[in-house]
């Protein structure tokens, strides 16, 4: 299992976002895939999942209305699209892949990739 | 709004048993809320460690086990070595789709 994060950076207060995740290793559409973030040494905040083959999507209270979590099936990918970005989203977003197609938690973990958001 | 609690830190001697709990701020944890635990250490990605309760994850050692104990989900690490010095993470199922991480368990094992 491979899961590679990237397009993570600095951006402004307000701004925006998009992770993408690429996975490999594994029948992808088998499996719901999670976003887990993590800020400066503080402990880790469950983001958002999305199961694997109907799309459903779940968010914590602190993103909702702000974050989109999607897939493509067909690329082997998961993103997480972060409006208005605030300075509390500052983290390390770890991509993590589920035990099964709903309702499970994280099996396997990406390596993260660091977003500031900071003027 | 429920809060996931754990102990902020503990330590273990090497080759010693430990216990580490992960409960609610209001109610009791039941297998309905699927506890899962992960150890992490500094500068890493988080490892998954059990899952559903009680499942070890792909080529975790029999040292790691977990249950429910009473009013908690509970992970027990059996003959402690020095690697397993870490920060564990429990995450429980809310309901929902919804999950809510623990706020860490600070291992240290002297």
């Known amino acids: 299992v491979q899961l590679v994060e990237s397009g993570g950076g600095l951006v402004q207060p307000g701004g925006s976002l998009r992770l993408s995740c690429a996975a490999s290793g594994f029948t992808f559409n088998m499996h719901a895939m999670s976003w887990v973030r993590q800020a400066p040494d503080k402990g880790l905040e469950w983001v958002s999942a999305i199961t694997g083959s109907t799309g459903s999507t779940y968010y914590a209270d602190s993103v909702k209305g702000r974050f989109t979590i999607s897939r493509d099936n067909s690329k082997n990918t998961v993103y997480l699209q972060m409006n208005r970005l605030r300075a509390e989203d500052t983290a390390v977003y770890y991509c993590a892949k589920n035990y099964f197609e709903s309702g499970s938690s994280v099996e396997y973990w990406g390596q993260g990739t660091l977003v500031t958001v900071s003027s | 709004q429920t809060v996931v609690t754990q102990e902020p830190s503990f330590s273990v001697s090497p080759g010693g048993t430990v216990t580490l709990t992960c409960g609610l701020t209001?109610?009791?944890?039941?297998?309905?809320?699927?506890p899962s635990w992960y150890q992490q250490t500094p500068g890493q990605a988080p490892r998954t460690l059990i899952y559903s309760i009680n499942s070890r994850s792909s080529g975790v050692p029999d040292r790691f086990s977990g249950s429910i104990l009473g009013n908690k989900a509970a992970l027990t690490i059996t003959g402690a070595q020095a690697d397993d010095e870490s920060d564990y993470y429990c995450v429980l199922y809310m309901g929902g789709g919804i999950w809510v991480f623990g706020g860490g368990t600070k291992l240290t094992v002297l």
């Open positions: 209001s109610g009791s944890v039941s297998t309905s809320y699927y």
